[in-house]
């Protein structure tokens, strides 16, 4: 399976159906509404309890006159007329709280999901959080609007019909109760079954989901290296797998469904034979025998109703489960209980000190090792070396994505530990190596760096980022949808976006990693010229792909294996040779390291 999925024995198995309180605190605010339904719900129960007692008046009576049979059967209609109001109201109301209910499970799922560290993102795929947004609140969605209604209505039915049994015939009662243990082995038995196989199901589809959503969202790839018939061999694989436990689940609840309607209505039979003795023998009348049968009928289709709702309950009770743990998930990344306010404006002095960090994925290597930096207020650094050398990291250390093992990161001599992470990242600006555009519009993925901006704030921020241009050739300008990751647009336009972006947030601390890296020679000329305009005045981060595009940086630090092993302006590193010293011969074209790069060797993506 592809990395952070989690597997079947991974998984935590179902619980009981009690894990549907953890409903509760979503349908609490709705309570009002939920007890009109309740009320609608015991109204039209009763009403059904009631519709068997005038049948048996209307045959015991059927010789007594058209006159009063005219008055049970107005009164039937009224019965009637009243139960589908009540059951339109029930509908109306239990459905609705159901859809209010799921809403807004799924959006506390996802604003908690959503604000989660990095570290939780690599234990669990992106796809697998998607499916329990979607496939798992429409099982409760399911459950809330249409199954708990109709179980506690059957409930209703099956014990005010097992009293009205008894109130017709206390013998023919006694007999019915007889078959009730015969009935109830099954539903115990393989109730139990049934729920594992519901939850191992609805884990299938999540892991198939999953696999769907990273192989979509990599079509490119996947096709430039023909991968797609191994693609869709491995979809093909958990889907089938997906399939296989849904079989075996539905063959499992149609044997449980079989054996109980058959012992249910196997018993019915036998105490009609008997029933249908006694009228012979004058022991009851015939309406106290049709009575009994309506009644019996009633509470049979109930028990079968609630044999079959209780496999959605335990479906539904699994997927509870599962949208609870995302809810609690335990995030490595806190804010404190009293945290510091950043004070305003922010200076942008940061400081690593002694900071060693290793990611959870891979323990046993260092991504810090003791990385001591301090970044004076307004400074311009470059962070260069190898790959995997530790210089991405500590971009995201310096946005607080990770903790240090052990040291500390500072902004303006406060620890980021000790501050709310949304109100110290306001104060930087970030772009990436692989800038995200969003499906939305050219102007609304621009706005990102500051919502409250105006559209002449936007139009100039893209034409400092050089972007200006392929924006308004675009067919709606500024207005114009980018498509799912920007996929309209080429590599450095989206670089450029991103760009504009960051210029738009005005933001004290600025972090590039590869910001240029996408861009033809003209455009990187043109965009690096806005760069170094919008780093005036602000502490600025960079990492570089070109070591051309650093050597203005008032400091380079070097890295390499997570630590620092250099740092100086570019005449100094390159006097006292080292690895510095060897990148730059690598990318320049002659013996006096000019600054026209030759080959384009990245050495700096770590």
Do not use: C
Not at 416 to 425: G, Q, S, Y
Request: no cysteine; aromatic share 6%; charged share 20%.
């Amino acid at each position: 399976m592809a990395r952070g999925t989690t597997t079947l024995e991974d998984r935590p198995r179902s619980k009981k159906v009690g894990a549907l309180r953890a409903l509760g605190p979503f349908m609490r605010p709705y309570r009002g509404q939920a007890i009109l339904a309740l009320i609608a719900l015991t109204l039209t129960s009763g009403i059904s309890l009631i519709l068997p007692l005038a049948v048996r008046r209307v045959i015991d009576n059927f010789d007594d006159g058209a006159g009063l049979l005219d008055k049970y059967f107005t009164a039937a209609l009224v019965i009637v007329a009243a139960l589908a109001i009540g059951t339109a109201m029930r509908y109306f109301l239990i459905t609705r709280l159901g859809e209010r209910v799921v809403a807004d499970i799924r959006k506390a799922v996802f604003a908690r999901v959503i604000t989660l560290s990095p570290g939780f993102f690599e234990r669990v795929m992106t796809g697998e959080i998607l499916s329990r947004i979607t496939t798992d609140t429409t099982l409760i969605q399911s459950v809330i609007g249409s199954s708990l209604s109709i179980a506690l209505r059957n409930m209703i039915i099956l014990a005010g019909g097992m009293a009205m049994l008894a109130y017709t015939s206390v013998k023919l009662t006694g007999l019915v109760l007889l078959i009730v243990p015969a009935i109830l082995v099954p539903i115990i038995v393989l109730g139990r079954r049934l729920r594992k196989l519901s939850r191992q199901n609805q884990e299938w589809i999540a892991t198939s989901s999953g696999k769907a959503s990273e192989d979509l969202l990599s079509a490119q790839t996947v096709q430039a290296y023909t991968y797609e018939h191994r693609s869709i061999a491995q979809f093909d694989k958990v889907t089938e797998q997906s399939y296989e436990v849904a079989r075996t689940r539905i063959t499992t609840r149609a044997v449980m469904t079989a054996i109980v309607i058959f012992l249910i209505f196997a018993g019915v039979i036998g105490v009609l034979w008997i029933g249908a003795r006694d009228v012979s023998a004058g022991l009851m009348t015939p309406g106290q025998l049709v009575q009994f049968v309506i009644y019996a009928i009633l509470v049979a289709g109930s028990t079968g109703a609630l044999s079959e709702i209780w496999g959605e309950l335990q479906r539904a009770a699994g997927a509870t489960e599962r949208l609870a743990e995302l809810l609690s998930a335990r995030d490595d990344l806190r804010d404190p209980e009293n945290p510091v306010v950043l004070p305003r404006p922010v200076r942008g002095e940061i400081a690593l000190e002694d900071v060693s960090f290793h990611y959870p994925s891979r323990p046993d290597t260092s991504a810090l090792e003791g990385v001591t930096l301090h970044i004076q207020p307004g400074e311009t650094i470059a962070l260069v070396g190898p790959s995997g050398a530790g210089k991405t990291t500590v971009i995201q250390m310096i946005q607080r994505f990770w903790d240090p093992n052990s040291g500390r990161v500072t902004l303006d001599g406060i620890d980021l530990r000790d501050m709310r992470r949304d109100d110290f990242r306001q104060a930087t600006a970030l772009v990436s190596q692989d800038p995200v555009i969003f499906a939305e519009s050219a102007s609304d993925n621009i706005r990102l760096g500051r919502p409250d901006a105006s559209d002449a704030e936007v139009q100039a921020a893209a034409r400092a980022a050089h972007a200006d241009d392929f924006i308004q050739a675009l067919p709606m300008g500024y207005d114009t949808q980018l498509g799912e990751r920007g996929v309209m647009l080429s590599g450095g336009q989206r670089q450029r976006i991103a760009i504009a972006r960051a210029i738009l947030r005005d933001a004290p601390v600025l972090l590039l990693d590869e910001a240029t890296s996408a861009l033809d020679a003209e455009s990187e000329a043109l965009v690096q010229a806005a760069v170094n305009r919008l780093s005036e005045g602000r502490t600025t981060i960079v990492i570089a792909h070109r070591l051309a595009t650093v050597k203005k940086a008032d400091r380079i630090v070097v890295f390499d294996h997570g630590r620092i092993v250099a740092q100086g302006n570019h005449a100094t590193l390159v006097a006292e040779g080292g690895l510095y010293a060897r990148l730059a011969r690598m990318q320049f074209t002659d013996g006096t390291l000019s600054e026209q790069p030759a080959k384009q060797t990245e050495v700096a993506t770590g």
